[in-house]
């Protein structure tokens, strides 16, 4: 594969992907983060394959059994991180080949803080199988590494010397350097796999509130050796604190710096936000990253369990990846269950649905226009529109708002597409919806039932 046939920014809209010299929108869902560790994967990948999904998260998990941890389990029940463990290697390996030749597009997570932590809130003890922890292995002790034997804390307090081995940061200590070394063998295994394929992007770590330091040196570490094998690859890191929009200290470090953060990864504006909320957050990251144009993933929605950290039910999953695909953004994927949708039939038929709208409207060719809506109530419904051409219009839950077609003439055909369903439907009950509608003033246009809607509005 020629660098030119590999998956990057668009160069006719780089707020876009593009791949074999296509633009490209990813759209995904499924069972796990650590897709290549799924019983089943091939299976799975089919079903995504079937419905239009064509983008899963990578995690390179640390928190599995003995089994399928990436170092060898010696026969005393001790970890040696010179050695492999081929299984997880294996699955790694043929996760890559079976996603390529689906055209389902990686994207793939270094650093999991979450992997490395005790905290029994939200990481069920995994440092303490961790082959990185002294009293797991025969390369280090504690002594050596500086590391602890328990992390008991949340891992956003970012108390854990594994991500603060690299030289410069503020808590950065010399006896790092042995830690740092086994990273680096793990981070060129896991390339001498990924950098063969063209579909695969690199995100450092999982909603990181460590210093940009420690993504940037693994951002120039996959960066150099792709260039050694003369390979293009894009590069970001996802910050903790996309939700907190203006108040953000992390996140804005990727809206001016677009060598390190070649895409941006924004997940986080998909937890604790609802409804409006939401949207305007998100328009307001996305103008802020277009600065410097490249596209804007969402590797992962929020949105079921109910979670106190502001997952919301399932339908707040599905009305975020409605609004993150219409605002702009460039990849939109449900959450592993359970605080998201997963591959869920909800997130089945909004993927589905999705690709429907596709068929009628690229989305690289709107952009959202909500000045054009109005007899609107906040979240009733949403925009994206090249005016005059077409117009994508989402109800989240039934409702009807005025579209102001003044500026436009001619006739426009007008498609319904069920989100729950993942279907065109050209009638409700009695009565035909209307085909057709003519511009050149402003219309009422009401879902044609409760739940999510989107119709296609496009100039004949």
């Known amino acids: 594969m020629t660098n030119e046939d590999r998956l990057q920014p668009s160069l006719d809209n780089p707020r876009y992907w593009q791949y074999g010299g ?114 797991n292995n025969i390369n280090y002790t504690c002594e050596q590494t500086g590391f602890a034997d328990h992390y008991p804390e949340g891992p956003w307090k970012d ?61 120039q570490f996959i960066k150099a050796a792709a260039a050694d094998q003369g390979v293009l690859v894009c590069t970001t890191d996802m910050f903790d604190d996309a939700f907190e929009g203006e108040a953000a200290v992390h996140t804005p470090l990727i809206f001016d710096d677009a060598e390190h953060y070649m895409f941006a990864d924004i997940s986080q504006v998909n937890s604790r936000l609802y409804d409006e909320t939401h949207w305007e957050r998100l328009l307001g990251l996305l103008q802020q990253v277009n600065r410097h144009p490249r596209p804007s993933n969402h590797t992962k929605i929020y949105g079921s369990g109910y979670y106190g950290f502001g997952t919301g039910g399932p339908e707040d999953g599905v009305e975020r990846f409605w609004r993150n695909i219409l605002g702009g953004s460039a990849s939109a994927r449900f959450h592993r269950p359970d605080a998201g949708n997963g591959l869920n039939d909800l997130a089945q038929g909004s993927i589905k649905a999705a690709r429907l709208l596709e068929d009628l409207i690229k989305f690289w060719d709107v952009t959202p226009h909500m000045e054009l ?88």
């Open 373 to 460: 809506l109005t007899d609107r109530d906040s979240n009733e419904a949403y925009l994206a529109a090249e005016p005059g051409e077409r117009y994508a219009l989402y109800f989240p839950n039934g409702g009807s708002v005025r579209l102001d077609l003044s500026g436009a003439t001619g006739i426009f055909g007008v498609t319904w597409i069920s989100i729950s369903m993942g279907r065109v439907v050209e009638n409700r009950g009695y009565r035909a919806l209307e085909k057709t509608i003519e511009g050149g003033e402003s219309l009422t246009l009401a879902a044609p039932y409760k739940g999510g809607w989107v119709a296609a509005i496009v100039k004949q």
């Open 159 to 219: 108390e854990q010397p594994f991500f603060h081995s690299v030289p410069g940061m503020e808590k950065y200590r010399e006896q790092y350097d042995l830690i740092r070394q086994h990273q680096e063998r793990f981070v060129h295994k896991m390339l001498s796999y990924s950098l063969t394929y063209g579909h695969v992007l690199y995100c450092m770590n999982n909603e990181t509130s460590t210093p940009a330091a420690w993504g940037q040196y693994w951002i």
């Open 22 to 135: 296509d633009p490209v929108m990813l759209l995904g869902g499924s069972e796990t983060d650590h897709i290549f560790l799924h019983e089943g994967l091939e299976e799975h990948l089919d079903q995504m394959h079937r419905i239009g999904g064509n983008y899963v998260r990578n995690t390179m998990s640390q928190r599995e059994g003995a089994r399928l941890k990436p170092h060898r389990l010696l026969p005393d029940d001790n970890f040696d991180l010179d050695q492999w463990n081929e299984e997880y290697w294996t699955r790694f390996k043929n996760m890559l080949k079976w996603t390529a030749e689906r055209e389902i597009f990686v994207q793939i997570e270094v650093w999991d803080r979450f992997d490395y932590s005790d905290n029994a809130s939200f990481s069920d003890g995994n440092w303490q199988s961790s082959p990185w922890r002294p009293a």
